[in-house]
């Protein structure tokens, strides 16, 4: 092989990994965006509130876990105040996961955990029957990435109001 075609093959190499390299700044969505979002917004497009409050819509979880901490029951205590307050409100309780695990397992997870929410709910007095539950495993994650920043985030319970 010539010594030309050998740069010019390793300055296309070089030049394909520059272009993975990502811009400072970027992905911040994924390891910035801690427990309340950017800027007032969680990266799946929500405020992270019930809308028209200030009480948090989610509840987030240890990884393979659906054990309500210590946080995620005064979130839900505060949700349940709202409720007794708001009876026209019906609710569904939203499941989520992070990437790691199989789909179905995911998807039972995610059950699991909207159900930790729902019968935590209910003991503080919300009637089951304004509350139905959903999982959507890890198919709608609220963060893109592959670290404990956007893995934390996606391990969640959100409640989605209908009024």
């Not at 272009?19 to 992270?48: F, K, L, R, V, W």
Request: proline share 2%.
């Amino acid at each position: 092989m010539n010594i030309g075609l050998k740069i010019g093959v390793a300055l296309s190499a070089l030049a394909l990994l520059a272009a993975c390299e990502n811009a400072p700044g970027a992905g911040d969505n994924a390891a910035g965006a801690g427990a309340n979002g950017i800027n007032g917004q969680y990266p799946d497009g929500t405020g992270g509130q019930i809308p028209g409050t200030n009480i948090a819509d989610r509840v987030f979880f240890a990884f393979n876990s659906s054990a309500l901490s210590s946080e995620a029951q005064a979130t839900l205590q505060r949700q349940a105040e709202w409720l007794k307050a708001n009876e026209a409100s019906k609710l569904t309780l939203e499941g989520h996961c992070d990437e790691r695990g199989t789909r179905e397992y995911n998807l039972a997870l995610g059950e699991r955990r909207a159900n930790a929410a729902r019968d935590y709910l209910t003991s503080l007095g919300v009637n089951a029957s304004r509350v139905s539950v959903v999982s959507y495993g890890k198919e709608r994650p609220a963060v893109v990435g592959s670290n404990e920043e956007a893995w934390a985030q996606n391990r969640r319970s959100v409640t989605v109001v209908a009024h």
